[in-house]
């Protein structure tokens, strides 16, 4: 049978910036928050989540400003089954053009054990509260947390009560990650069949991938009548993640003859969003990752280049380009120009502003000069680094000269710009980023814990660039900065400064939040 226009129509719920964000050390600044709701909406997601506003100050004003400058998508907002949640979402995403109240309760025994609700109190609770949210907004979703664990039974008696309610989607929540996807495709068959009023709401799917079937029940759903993905760039999210947003668009576009669908993403923007949220998340793209892996397009054996050049379809089912990849990896140098920088930035999915191209071509020219040939991944860490270390940073690292070698101790000579005043110290340590950091910790006292410190080499070659990656735990909470450099102890002092200032600012926000609360 054929499908319609309307039937066939896929909605992509994206969901980077709340369930994204709750990867233990994602946390983004609001500017970040902002800029990618901004891509996002340029590259056709249909629903953007911009958070959970009833979380802290900062979560509730990343809501109300992506709200307010969003031009197409639907903004969303999470909220727990309780009016005080749903009022604050509310308040939140009001002033979006499309604004819509998620609301939810986990429903399985596990959850409803927690919550210390029987089932017929928390039927009363589900009707309450989305009748509250859809007196409010007319575009209200309802999620069941834990879905697939709960009792089939009792799952229908809440879709049912949340559908009577006036919640417009249902979306199915495999909360931990434990479906598989005959399952998926069972569960929301069922739920179309059996529970009044299913033709009249859209169902969602919301996947976890704890056991790596995230992708897979996704679309097992939607052949069974979801209409609606919930997922992330990246496939960012608590534990192993989310549903990865490129994953379940290039599944639909390259195997549309079995799954005859469509989204109405721009999947020329994909690499472009994949690399700012792995920038601005702190959390790098696996190299085997699908669709946008580094080694995604990327052929070794000899057999497979043979085929490549005879007919790159032999071993290709996607083109490069389809996802905004460039196909040749032109090599730049010390004598490129600034237009030839900003034309090779434009291709790598970077548009730059006057001023910003101004300082990231002094950027180039530098490494250039330290570098004989700079390739696309070199331009790309360049703009990460650009990107993590403004100028409106706390603390900035103004100069760094280490001592290492077999004998011990190594020491480290730093200075540190804070708050527009140069310090310097000398430290050691075991190992020459060991005595960087103790610097770090002599100028500016902090209890921290280092939870992680990594380095990747971007390019090959002994003049690489490495970028660094530092997590930094503090009261529970975790904070990720990254820095690219040629030379490894300054990028990895770089990336320590650029966490620290992120949970600087973190502090500054839930004391502004404080105050706000103390003075209401």
Request: with cysteine; glycine share 6%; aromatic share 4%.
């Amino acid at each position: 049978m054929t499908q319609s226009p309307e039937q066939d129509r896929v909605l992509i719920f994206d969901t980077t910036l709340r369930d994204g964000e709750q990867s233990p050390g994602a946390t983004m600044s609001h500017d970040e928050k902002l800029e990618i709701a901004q891509l996002l909406d340029e590259m056709g997601v249909d629903i953007i989540e911009a958070g959970f506003p009833i979380a802290s100050i900062g979560d509730f004003e990343a809501v109300r400003d992506i709200a307010k400058v969003v031009q197409n998508a639907t903004v969303c907002g999470l909220a727990r089954a309780n009016a005080t949640d749903i009022d604050r979402a509310w308040e939140a995403v009001r002033e979006a053009r499309s604004p819509r109240i998620h609301t939810f309760i986990g429903t399985s025994p596990t959850h409803r054990g927690i919550t210390e609700l029987d089932m017929d109190a928390m039927i009363e609770c589900i009707h309450e509260t989305v009748t509250h949210a859809r007196n409010l907004c007319d575009n209200v979703q309802w999620s069941p947390m834990d879905a697939t664990r709960t009792e089939r039974d009792f799952l229908f008696r809440t879709v049912e009560t949340a559908i009577k309610a006036g919640a417009n989607t249902i979306n199915i929540a495999d909360t931990v990650g434990y479906t598989s996807p005959r399952e998926s495709a069972e569960l929301i068959r069922a739920l179309r069949g059996h529970v009044p009023g299913a033709d009249e709401i859209v169902f969602a799917t919301h996947c976890h991938n704890d056991l790596g079937m995230a992708t897979a029940n996704a679309l097992a759903a939607v052949e069974a009548g979801a209409r609606q993905i919930e997922c992330t760039i990246n496939g960012l999210g608590e534990r192993a993640g989310n549903t990865a947003l490129e994953e379940v668009v290039m599944a639909i576009r390259t195997r549309n003859d079995i799954m005859p669908y469509r989204t109405g993403i721009d999947t020329r923007r994909i690499m472009q969003a994949s690399r700012l949220v792995a920038t601005v998340s702190g959390f790098p793209v696996q190299y085997n990752k699908a669709v946008v892996g580094k080694n995604a397009f990327a052929h070794e054996s000899g057999i497979h280049q043979d085929g490549m050049l005879k007919n790159a379809e032999t071993f290709e089912i996607m083109r490069p380009e389809d996802i905004g990849l460039n196909a040749t990896n032109l090599v730049m140098g010390k004598h490129s120009g600034r237009a030839a920088l900003n034309a090779k930035l434009r291709e790598l999915g970077y548009e730059l502003g006057a001023n910003q191209l101004k300082d990231v071509f002094v950027r180039f020219k530098e490494l250039a000069d330290r570098k004989k040939e700079v390739y696309d991944d070199d331009l790309i860490a360049l703009m990460t680094d650009s990107t993590t270390n403004t100028a409106h940073d706390y603390i900035k690292v103004g100069y760094l000269r280490v001592v290492c070698g077999t004998e011990s101790p190594q020491s480290a000579e730093l200075a540190l710009i804070i708050d527009g005043e140069e310090r310097r110290t000398e430290a050691t340590g075991d190992g020459p980023v060991d005595a960087t950091f103790n610097a770090v910790k002599a100028l500016y006292p902090h209890d921290v814990r280092l939870q992680l410190y990594q380095v990747h080499a971007v390019t090959e070659g002994t003049d690489a660039q490495a970028t660094v990656s530092v997590r930094l735990e503090d009261q529970g909470k975790i904070f990720t900065g990254q820095s690219a450099d040629t030379d490894t102890v300054v990028a990895s002092a770089k990336a320590y400064v650029n966490a620290l200032n992120k949970l600087l600012s973190n502090r500054d926000r839930a004391r502004a939040g404080a105050a706000l609360q103390s003075a209401s």
